[in-house]
């Protein structure tokens, strides 16, 4: 009985609605679908504890066997954070106990943010940024700005600045757009980098990092782009083919009736 209850209920389970198959959401493409979905729904690296492995664990002072629950930090992402490279840190919400007999009051930690240049080999360009003390580690700990975007997901990468530089870093690496004066250090820089396009179609790419904004204006000019390149003749020849198939229906159901009234028939 209890299996069958169960079944029931997966099969009234509903998606829950979300930006992207909704609306004018639903009809974007899946390369930016995947995207969106790395990016917002995606469970991020924790930045600021450290899971514990496993399912259960054994309590230190009882000895009892407990499950693990590695429950994430409240987080807020405030909207000045996309203007710069935060590394997966954000403004910590919380609670600061100033004595050991005193109440305790809600408190804000937030990153030490500093103002920084980094480097793109690819792009060959070096970039004045706010950055975060934990971004600065990771692109040292990756050897770089390049690897640093290219090997972490969106949903570590978080901001919007960090997601345009790794789109046009992508691009440029795709369609080999770096170096151009110069064959053989684009080819160097080239097969240094190009293992990470494994991860991605042409497609993939052309979507990456855009806002849900900026996708959907991009699918506007795709549609109207169409809608020019289709010649009116073939649009004419579709209506009129139409047309004459309605006429036909119309005319063989007319002649249905009067073969039914006709008594000689």
């Known amino acids: 009985m209890e299996s069958k209850l169960a079944n029931g209920l997966k099969l ?12 004018l959401g639903d009809r974007l493409p899946e390369a930016y679908k995947k ?31 407990i499950p693990v629950q590695n429950i994430p930090i409240p987080l807020k992402y405030p909207k000045t954070m996309h203007s710069g490279i935060w590394g997966g840190e954000a403004i910590v919400q919380g609670f600061k106990q100033s004595g050991k007999y005193k109440s305790r009051v809600p408190h804000f930690w937030t990153p030490t943010l500093k103002k920084s240049v980094v480097y793109s080999e690819i792009l060959n360009k070096y970039m004045s940024t706010t950055v975060t003390e934990k971004a600065l580690d ?30 046009h870093i992508l691009m440029a690496l795709r369609d080999k757009t770096f170096y151009v004066d110069d064959n053989v250090k684009q080819q160097e820089v080239y097969d240094k980098y190009k293992h990470y396009l494994n991860d991605y179609t042409h497609e993939e790419i052309e979507w990456y990092g ?23 003749k073939a649009k004419y020849r579709l209506e009129l083919i139409e047309e004459l198939k309605n006429n036909n229906e119309t005319v063989e159901e007319n002649k249905s009736w009067l073969n039914k009234l006709n008594p000689f028939n």
């Open 138 to 167: 990771e692109i040292n700990k990756n050897f770089g700005l390049d690897h640093y975007l290219l090997k972490t997901s969106a949903c570590d990468l978080r901001t919007t600045l960090s997601l345009k530089i790794k789109r």
């Open 12 to 23: 009234l389970y509903i998606p829950k609605k979300t930006k992207i198959n909704s609306g």
């Open 210 to 232: 855009l806002t849900f904004d900026e996708a959907l204006l991009k699918m506007q000019e795709i549609d109207e782009l169409n809608e020019k390149k289709a010649p009116l």
């Open 35 to 65: 995207f969106y979905k790395e990016w917002r729904h995606k469970v991020p690296e924790p930045v600021y504890y450290k899971p514990t492995p496993g399912k259960w664990t054994k309590d230190e002072k009882t000895g009892a066997v």
